[in-house]
């Protein structure tokens, strides 16, 4: 528990808060700031350290959660304060006989150099106990270190500048290995003397740090050193190579003395001393700068990304001058700092103080008594973020809580709104009010466009701020500010959306009629007035707020006689049934197919095609072929028989052209459709028709398919019109062959002929009557008697005297001589020919009764070993047959190997009925011996014969069974294999 005089100590440190978090402003409807400041934990807290050292401190510094100081009779402590009941004491030196002037901590906590009064420098590693005299740096006083931020290892320090109290600058390595290269008596090559800033006067180099800069050279790094002396800083920027050997920095220094000038930054009344920090978090670049200084704290931003130039990257520089002590006001100089992300902390004497760098203010005061002793130091972890203050007999912890929480108001008071918003962080409250100032700043500056994106951003009443733009001439803000609250919106705000939607399609349509009214249709601000119009209307948001309400911007719309956007909105509305009936209005037929063919509703082409087709029969012809298979040629009828009689022929042309894409690429069968191109081929085309008919014909024989057309309605067309070789044709496919022909004979015997060819082949009487028609009207109607005899040679079921009562009674015998010489001879060599093949019978029975008489005399022998050609077992045992081939076979033998091989069931049920017949017959014929019937033996003797002629026929090994059986697999399905082998 703390003690009285520590809370009284608590209680003397005052914290200010910045006076804007004291005044309650509205920050907006329905938003309230139920936070008090007062009750706020403040930036920087301190809590004092449970440690009382046995003797004085004189020094102490911190890294990485790792505490070093030193004590006044030349003992070390290290302590880590993860594990702080682990503390570590190194002696440095005799009590009386040393003191140390500074000491230096590395960024990691794992490197430690000491100077000391004696000119005599030190090292000492994390894990070493004994700390190591730096030889070559002997009569120098270390006043500052640069550690290498980029080093990552923990045995060596990587390549470090130190300044001495003499002006210069050394480059060197350290390593906690003890048989590094280091520590083997030669230190030439790693501790070299890079830069000497000694002018008239010493000066000691009280600051120094480096860093590396971006880069896109593959074999170089750019790096920037700073060094500050009491009343200056210096600016190094070069290059270093890749594959230098140390000292790496040598050459970078080299330039700057060849050329004998280096930037710097010079301020007057130094004090003696000064200190310079950067503000970085570890692994990352520094961001900011604080140099301690006679007149007050010089500090800025560090820039390395080239903008400024190759001598400098220090930006925004400004100075803070040291506050005045008293009403002699004099400055009070402080002797240590330390620097934040936004705040610098002074030490002075008997008091810290800090200062916030976006205004100067001082927020923070914390007077320390002389109980706890002479303040000493100031220093701050650079990873941990902790601040550390000590006194001869204490060490005070300062923890930083959210020091960047006031950090928008400070940013907006100054008007860097931008900055302000990236420190509201994820806080409504405080982007609301930043985003308000902004807005009002830019309504102010006539920026009317950037206010209403601002205002749209923020909580405050949209009345009041509609209201403000409601006043000023420029719709274009106004437009603006609409759609940003719309987008502002959410889904669930359907009123408010609905009203904001309106409101902008108004605004659009004013501006677009007042452009209108001076005549500035074509003008390029109309031009993108109305795409940004045409735009807002595509919106996803739109479209969906809109569905419901089509007709109240369709009124909105109308009214303002845009018939332009009337049009693009139905489109977007998919109202095509709306916009075709507009262009129809105003007879733009191709502006209304135009959209017909960009929507996929096929009723709508059932709807207009029928007026389509009179205006502009190509184009609508062509979009239906490209609907193809979407559109029902059927319901297109009422389209199809439309006509504007002034063009009857070319609309009549392209209703063909569709009817045949639809037969001939869709493969419509449907009967109207042909009938109806059967006739318009007949009232327009009849060049094609017989070609239809015939390509019909064609399809109905290779594909099987009925005829798609009416074969009397197509006749009842082609007879209207005259068109007499197809009704020919039809007549024909209607098997009228007597029509046919008589209508041929017309006007086209030869067309006759060969419509009296068709009847089939069996009707032998018909064809001979209409080629006898043919005749006749030959004779009678074109008197050409040598044609008519011309018949005779075209058609064999003709005779002359089938024609002859054709001809008149004054026809001569020489017209037709010849036809009746000619059919004499033909008798002749037909009755020469019959009797020729009457010889030939005649000799050919004569032949076949030898063969019968050879064969009742032909005999074979056989003799008692014979064996059956099937079973193998000797065939006198039983009854037998013998065919001439010589191959021998047991009855029963050869029966069981024919029935497989017998076509038909009923032949083999023969067989063995006969079978079963003879056998009952010889059992009988066995119990009655000698009492047969003639009838029963000459029933017997029939029976035999049968089954003769059905089994033995033929050899089965040498006749048409072998022969049948040549496909027959060797091995039947579900016989054993393993018998064959």
Known sequence: MASI????????????????RTIPEPLGPGIFDVRLGDTEVPIFSKSKINFKPDEPITHLVVCNNFLVLVMNHGVLMRLDLEHADDTDRVELFKPGEERVHRMFLDPTGRHLIISLESQENLY???NSKKPKPIAKLKGHHIDSVGWNWQNANENTTGAILLGTSKGLIFETELSANEESRFWQGNLDQYLRQLFNLRGANIEPITGIEFDRMPSDSMTEYQYYILVTTPGKLYQFIGTVSKSAEPPMFQHLFQQFEEQNKVEFTELPGDFGYSEFRLYLKFREPARKFAWMAGPGVYYGDIDTSGKLGPYTVTTNQMLMRYPKDGEERTANYPFSMVLTEFHTLLLFPDRLKAFCLLNEQQIYDDHYSDRFGRLLGLWKDPLKGTIWVYTSQNVFKYKVTNE????WQMYLDRGEFELAKQYCKDNPIQRDRVLTKQAEFLFNERRYLEAAEMYAQTENSFEEIALKFIRLDDRDALRRLLHKKLESLKNQDKTQMTMLVTWLIEIYLNQLGQLKEQQLESSPRFRQLQQEFQGFLKQTRVKECVQHNKHVVYDLISSHGDVVDFVFFAILMQDYEKVISHYIQYDNYRGALEILNKQSEMNLFYKFSPLLIQYVPKETVTAWIKQGQNLDPKKLIPALVQYDHNKYKEQGSEVIRYLEFCIESLHNRDEAIHNYLISLYAKLQPDKLMGYLLKQDQEEAERGHELSYDLKYALRLCSEYSHKA???H??????LYEEAVDLALTFDVELAKMEANKPEEEDVELKKKLWL????HVVEEEKDVKRAMEFLHECDLLKIEDILPFFPDFVTIDHFKDAIVTSLEKYNQHIATLEDEMKE?????????KEIQGFRNKYAHVKALDKCSKCGFPLMTRAFYLFPCQHKFHSDCLIDEILPNLSGAKIGARVKELQKKLAERDDRSSSVVGKQDTTALSSKFTAKAELDDLVASECIYCGIYMIRSIDKAFI?????EQGWL
């Not at 005089?5 to 006076?19: F, R, V």
């Not at 019978?841 to 009764?849: V, Y």
């Not at 039947?972 to 054993?976: L, P």
């Open 726 to 728: 197809e009704c020919v």
């Open 124 to 126: 000492l590693s994390r």
């Open 730 to 735: 039809i007549y024909s496919r209607m098997k």
């Open 972 to 976: 039947e399905d579900g016989e054993d």
């Open 841 to 849: 019978a005649t000799g050919s029975a004569e032949e076949i009764r």
């Open 773 to 776: 028609r043919i005749a006749r």
């Open 404 to 407: 960047a929480r006031d950090v």
């Open 5 to 20: 005089l520590d809370q009284y100590e608590h209680e003397q440190a005052s914290y200010t808060t910045p006076k804007s």
